[in-house]
């Protein structure tokens, strides 16, 4: 598929992707998002950072919910399952001092543990309160950081695009410079031959 054709897709639909990839993807799909309007029309970055935000969102509280539901209770009945928990719990209460904030911005960065520990926080009964102001100040951070990343990648892409262009513009340049060099170069040298020559 045509680079062209993938970054107009993306500019027609970026609040339904940027809101899918909050709710469904993550950091990753966001980067890449924002990398792609960064380079085509950076003016729309703005859209990517709202509404993978609110989808960042939608998918915390989702789990957040999930983890005081029943079906966590249940679960928790399996030996395996309650000991990872209560291991889980422990790590993540040790090294941050039981502060929900903490607990959330740690989550963020360090892959593959952001949803459970949601879910644990959660299944621990932590209120909404202060849940809801602790994930709106740290996913406001993680995603203001992820599209950031993205904008600068895709500004440097735009502006290395524009050089290669603009050096092999160059390069054309001074090859038919060098081109044209070398056949006057032969004429004089040949005229200076012929001049001996008639001398002679």
């Given at each position: 598929?045509?680079?062209?054709?993938?970054?107009?897709?993306?500019?027609?639909?970026?609040?339904?992707?940027?809101?899918?990839?909050?709710?469904?993807?993550?950091?990753?799909?966001?980067?890449?998002?924002?990398?792609i309007?960064?380079?085509?029309?950076?003016?729309l970055?703005?859209?990517?950072?709202?509404?993978?935000?609110?989808?960042?969102?939608i998918?915390?509280?989702?789990?957040f919910?999930?983890?005081?539901?029943?079906?966590?209770?249940?679960?928790?009945?399996?030996?395996?399952?309650?000991?990872?928990?209560?291991?889980?719990?422990?790590?993540?209460?040790?090294?941050?001092?039981?502060?929900v904030?903490?607990?959330?911005?740690?989550?963020?960065?360090?892959?593959?543990v952001?949803?459970?520990?949601?879910?644990y926080?959660?299944?621990?009964?932590?209120?909404?309160?202060?849940?809801?102001?602790?994930?709106?100040?740290?996913?406001?951070?993680?995603?203001s950081?992820?599209?950031?990343?993205?904008?600068?990648?895709?500004?440097?892409?735009k502006?290395?695009?524009?050089?290669?262009?603009?050096?092999?513009?160059?390069?054309?340049?001074?090859?038919?410079l060098?081109?044209?060099?070398?056949?006057?170069?032969?004429?004089?040298?040949?005229?200076?031959?012929?001049?001996?020559?008639?001398?002679?």
């Open positions: 598929m045509d680079l062209g054709l993938i970054s107009q897709l993306v500019g027609d639909n970026v609040i339904l992707l940027s809101l899918l990839a909050g709710i469904f993807a993550g950091e990753t799909v966001i980067l890449t998002l924002s990398t309007i960064s380079s085509t029309n950076s003016s970055i703005w859209q990517v950072l709202i509404f993978s935000y609110i989808g960042e969102l998918a915390e509280f989702f789990f919910f999930l983890g005081r539901t029943k079906l966590i209770y249940q679960l928790n009945k399996i030996q395996k399952f309650r000991s990872g928990l209560k291991k889980s719990g422990k790590i993540i209460d040790k090294l941050t001092d039981k502060s904030l903490k607990t959330l911005f740690y989550s963020k960065f360090i892959y593959g952001r949803t459970l520990t949601v879910i926080l959660g299944y621990k009964r932590t209120s909404w309160k202060n849940f809801i102001k602790a994930e709106l100040i740290v996913m406001g951070m993680a995603v950081l992820v599209v950031a990343i993205g904008y600068f990648i895709g500004q440097g892409y502006i290395a695009l524009y050089l290669f262009r603009s050096f092999k513009i160059a390069m054309t340049i001074v090859f038919i060098f081109f044209v060099y070398y056949l006057l170069n032969k004429r004089i040298y040949r005229m200076l031959d012929e001049y001996k020559k008639k001398k002679r």
